[in-house]
């Protein structure tokens, strides 16, 4: 096929369309003969199943094909010189492969993909009429044959494949590996999953690493009755968290420009058009290139029209955030208080677990409401790519998660200073949500899988009413196709399933922080649950979900700053836990411990800000070789310059014009010399 051995072909892309009986005078004309054909014309390798419902085409790509592509889309690809510059597939050589040999990236071979299924356009000046089970379809002139195909709804969903070779190495090697509990192949992770993914686990890792510190520090405090010395351990505890947690994010930083170096990063792959397989795609308001273009040479129109979009946009993101603080403020407070104080004072055990029955259910439609809610804001927003626009997502629906996880125990803290109720509240957080969550995340996808296995053999059954025997799937791509997604909970739109995955990070993460003083050995049970959470994780990917789509996003975005927040909250909350532990008669009288705790907080409050200068973001090789990249280039330009010059040639717009023998002018492009 094409030149390609057939134990080397890798489908990675997959479309769905319904099975049907083709008559032998429309055969030529059918809609999905049509598309099939068409991908063979552009270069990709075609492979045509059945399944009991629907007809399944998968689609394999040789590396030429990605090449040339790569250079019609204009890609940016990192050179051995260390500068980005736009593919050529004829200058192969000179750009950096990926870490597992390869020429393209996962996030890169989706593009490319992406660029040819869809790019398939109607190249006559007429319609062209196709059909589909007696339907006829129009294809317009220069439209899009896929696009067309799923407006009318007979291409069901486009989807990624799983690779079986690389998935069932993962498996032994991550999902399956316990021997080291941390361990993960971050290269590998990145090659199959995508740059997003990729992060996340590297992230997760080395929080859980990390988090062995302060697990050991707080099952001591535990185990050992220090008796009056624990108005000195517990400072000390608090000291050495918040220092543990500043230094954490810190170095975190400085692992995620090394990875970046390590993957040859360079951000030109679009973030916005990872959603397009998906059928997300957003458009921002018109960008500032465009108001650039509109406003000609009048460089004082040029400079108020990016000022206004600068700042609309700026007021349009205040705005946004005020609603969305306003109805966090007036409608849920109200509501989490109203709950807390119920809890609080109800007698009865089976009263209070019905009231937290209603509560959950009525939490899980508000925010969804908010998130609705959230997402139509945004679409008003100028923000640059999805990416943004994700980030800006997240900043609000944590709030809602913020309210809904912790006003329950300030209530508790603040109001009651009952650190029994507190530790209570925390251990059912702590212990039975996780494990709960875990059991839910990891069951679910399972049952939805079996319950459209059942569907489908139900209905291949009903069409075919004599059947006997045991239906069977024997195609792997429709065992595929009924997985469910990586979807988030709260929104497919702009987030996929990592969104409910950093939030449980970050909500654990605000629960032992903020009340660390209270149940130190809460550091403990979270670091178990990790170590089981990488490997459940990893399981769900591989095992019980379709292949993600890849996210070119290179750091966790907005979630960073939300751990930066928590910090900064745990710093007030752990200094008013010492106020109490230190006044227990509840006078507030300004003695000399409380006096040491107000200092102690300011003065933690300065070193985590001071942090950020003493240890650098960027690891000194990565500073180095970037710096070496930029002066090679910039030697390679100077001496480009240089010959120029010299040779009395004029350089301008990327062209060089010559004097030919015969006196006339020849013009020639810089990149073919």
């Known amino acids: 096929m094409n030149g390609v051995p057939e134990d080397l072909i890798v489908y990675e892309i997959a479309l769905v369309v319904p099975k049907r009986n083709l008559n032998e005078e429309n055969k030529g004309y059918d809609c999905v003969e049509v598309l099939v054909n068409e991908f063979r014309n552009v270069g990709l390798i075609v492979e045509r199943v059945l399944g009991l419902s629907d007809e399944f085409i998968k689609l394999a ?34 750009f950096v492969r990926q870490p597992d040999g390869s020429l393209f990236s996962w996030c890169e071979r989706f593009q490319c993909y992406r660029h040819l299924i ?10 062209v009429t196709l059909k589909f089970d007696g339907k006829e379809i129009q294809w317009e002139a220069g439209k899009s044959l896929l ?24 498996l032994r090697s991550w999902a399956l590996n316990w021997w080291d509990f941390t361990a993960q192949p971050i290269d590998e992770i990145y090659a199959y999953f995508g740059t997003k993914i990729a992060v996340y686990f590297a992230f997760l890792g080395m929080y859980t690493r990390w988090m062995i510190f302060p697990a050991t520090f707080g099952l001591i405090l535990q185990l050992i009755d220090f008796g009056s010395l624990k108005l000195l351990v517990f400072p000390a505890f608090f000291i050495s968290i918040v220092l543990w947690a500043v230094l954490f994010f810190q170095f975190w930083k400085r692992k995620n420009s090394a990875l970046s170096a390590r993957w040859h990063l360079n951000f030109s792959v679009s973030t916005s058009e990872g959603y397009k397989l998906s059928g997300r795609e957003w458009n921002s308001l018109q960008p500032p290139l465009e ?3 509109n406003s ?59 009231l937290t029955v209603v509560y959950l259910l009525v939490i899980q439609y508000f925010t969804k409401i908010g998130g609705k809610i959230s997402i139509r804001l945004i679409k008003h927003e100028n923000n ?53 969550e875990n ?21 291949k059954k009903k069409r075919e009413k004599g059947l006997i025997g045991k239906i069977q799937f024997t195609t792997r791509v429709e065992k595929e196709y009924l997985k469910p997604t990586y979807s988030a909970s709260i929104s497919e739109e702009l987030e996929d399933g990592l969104f409910d995955d950093f939030l449980e990070l970050a909500l654990q993460f605000g629960m032992i922080m903020m009340f660390a003083c209270a149940f130190p050995l809460a550091f403990a049970f979270s670091a178990l649950n990790n170590i089981a959470e990488m490997r459940t994780d990893a399981l769900k990917l591989l095992a019980m979900l379709r292949r993600p789509v890849p996210r070119a996003a290179a750091t966790i975005g907005a979630w960073l700053n939300i751990f930066q927040f928590l910090i900064l909250m745990s710093i007030c909350t752990n200094s008013a836990l010492l106020v109490w532990l230190y006044d227990q008669e509840g006078k507030w009288k300004i003695e000399p411990g409380l006096a040491a705790i107000l200092v ?15 240890v650098p973001e960027e690891p000194a090789w990565v500073r180095a070789k970037r710096m070496k990249n930029a002066t090679q280039a910039q030697d390679m330009c100077s001496k480009q310059l240089l010959r120029t010059i010299s040779g009395r040639e004029k350089a301008f717009g990327g062209y060089i014009r010559r004097k030919k023998p015969d006196g006339t002018n020849k013009t020639q492009s810089c990149r073919n010399q």
């Open 61 to 94: 790509a040789p590396l030429e094909t990605l090449g040339r592509v790569a250079a019609k889309m204009q890609m940016k690809k990192t050179t051995h010189i260390g500068i980005d510059l736009q593919f050529e597939w004829e200058e192969i050589k000179a």
């Open 118 to 127: 869809y790019k398939i356009v109607n190249k006559k000046n007429s319609d």
């Open 147 to 170: 696009q067309r195909l799923e407006l009318e709804g007979i291409v069901k969903q486009v989807f990624p494949l799983h690779d079986e070779i690389k998935r069932k190495k993962l």
């Open 291 to 293: 108001l650039v273009k």
């Open 296 to 354: 000609g040479i009048d460089k004082t129109k040029e400079k108020e029209a990016l000022q206004r979009y600068e700042w609309f946009g700026y007021l349009k993101r205040f705005r946004n955030d005020v609603i969305i603080i306003l109805s966090i403020i007036c409608l849920q407070l109200p509501f989490e208080l109203a709950y807390a104080h119920l809890y609080e004072v109800l007698k009865s055990d089976m009263v209070k677990f019905g």
């Open 384 to 436: 640059e790519n999805t990416e943004y626009q994700a980030d800006s997502l997240v900043y609000k629906v944590f709030g809602l998660y913020f309210m809904q996880s912790y006003i329950g125990v300030f209530y508790h803290a603040l109001l009651h200073r009952n650190f029994m109720t507190l530790r209570q509240v925390l251990i059912q957080r702590l212990i039975l949500y996780e494990v709960l």
């Open 439 to 459: 059991l839910v995340e990891n069951s679910l996808p399972y049952l939805k899988y079996s319950y459209k296995k059942y569907r489908a053999v139900r209905n």
């Open 600 to 614: 102690m907080e300011h003065v933690l409050l300065l070193i985590k800000f001071g942090f950020s200068r003493f």
